[in-house]
């Protein structure tokens, strides 16, 4: 069976969802065998890969493919258990406020260090924010 979506053929079984949910959980070797499956069938050549922001070619970020898996998540004093039901690509390392300013223009992080730009990470970003990174 083939599929057409956006500009990929895939002419591959789509692979399994990732279970980080069992009483071992996985393992380094599991997460990035899932990771080249889920980049094979998206047509990606590799589950790494740089993103360039900008249209100088200055602004890079390094992303990873995070395949479609069950994990589990803290909410309050409770446990859930969440479900990614598509790949997503998120960046590799955190966002710091000088890769933020240089990128955004500005630093509105709230935990700014004193004496300029700082390699402390961002903090948080509100969402309509992080489209605009994006």
Same mark, same amino acid.
């Given at each position: 069976?083939?599929? /057409?979506?956006? *500009? @990929?053929?895939? !002419?591959?079984? +789509?692979?399994?969802?990732?279970n980080?949910?069992?009483?071992?959980? !996985?393992?380094? =070797?599991?997460?990035? !065998?899932?990771?080249?499956?889920?980049? =094979? $069938?998206?047509?990606? /050549? @590799? *589950?790494?890969?740089?993103?360039?922001?900008?249209?100088? &070619? =200055? /602004? #890079?970020?390094?992303? %990873?493919?995070?395949?479609?898996? #069950? $994990?589990? +998540?803290v909410? &309050? #004093? =409770?446990? /859930?258990?969440?479900?990614? @039901?598509?790949?997503?690509? %998120? &960046?590799?390392?955190?966002?710091?406020?000088? $890769?933020?300013?240089?990128?955004?223009?500005? #630093?509105?992080? *709230?935990?700014? +260090?004193?004496?300029? *730009?700082?390699?402390?990470?961002?903090g948080?970003?509100?969402? @309509?924010?992080?489209?605009?990174?994006?």
């Open positions: 069976m083939e599929w /057409v979506v956006g *500009h @990929s053929l895939f !002419a591959q079984e +789509r692979p399994p969802v990732l980080y949910t069992g009483q071992i959980g !996985a393992n380094t =070797k599991t997460v990035v !065998a899932a990771q080249r499956a889920w980049a =094979k $069938y998206l047509a990606e /050549v @590799s *589950h790494e890969k740089v993103l360039t922001l900008d249209l100088a &070619g =200055k /602004v #890079n970020v390094s992303m %990873v493919l995070i395949p479609p898996s #069950n $994990y589990y +998540r909410e &309050g #004093n =409770k446990t /859930v258990i969440v479900t990614l @039901s598509q790949p997503l690509w %998120v &960046g590799k390392y955190e966002v710091t406020q000088l $890769y933020y300013q240089e990128l955004m223009g500005d #630093n509105p992080s *709230h935990f700014k +260090r004193e004496g300029g *730009h700082s390699l402390m990470p961002y948080i970003v509100e969402p @309509s924010l992080g489209s605009e990174v994006l």
